[in-house]
Nanobody, 115 residues
Framework: QVQLVESGGGLVQAGGSLRLSCAAS????????MGWYRQAPGKQRELVAT???????NYAYPVIGRFTISRDNAKNTVYLQMNSLKPDDTAVYYC?????????WGQGTQVTVSS
């Protein structure tokens, strides 16, 4: 099993920045994809960004140019730097890891952007 612990959420004004972190622990052998999803009230969970083991990144259209995903393989940690935040970014953000075709999820961290 892989455990994921997220941190860095909170309340910020529109235009501000936050940095999310997610550390993986447990039975780690070869993590492939790491990423972030989010779920706003009344909406389905959606992709925010992913980064592969080869550092290839993928972003959802609404966050392109504002969010940056990165990973530290030595620390088994993935980061999400969020700049120019908008009220529409308000959601619970979930960390995601794929290892050996198994998917693991964090407990979620709340990000609230006030206008």
């Amino acid at each position: 099993q892989v455990q994921l612990v997220e941190s860095g959420g909170g309340l910020v004004q529109a235009g501000g920045s936050l940095r999310l972190s997610c550390a993986a622990s447990g039975s780690i052998f070869s993590i492939n994809v790491m990423g972030w999803y989010r779920q706003a009230p009344g909406k389905q969970r959606e992709l925010v960004a992913t980064v592969s083991s080869g550092s290839s990144t993928n972003y959802a259209y609404p966050v392109i140019g504002r969010f940056t995903i990165s990973r530290d393989n030595a620390k088994n940690t993935v980061y999400l730097q969020m700049n120019s935040l908008k009220p529409d970014d308000t959601a619970v953000y979930y960390c995601y890891v794929e290892q050996l075709r198994q998917n693991y999820w964090g407990q979620g961290t709340q990000v609230t952007v006030s206008s």
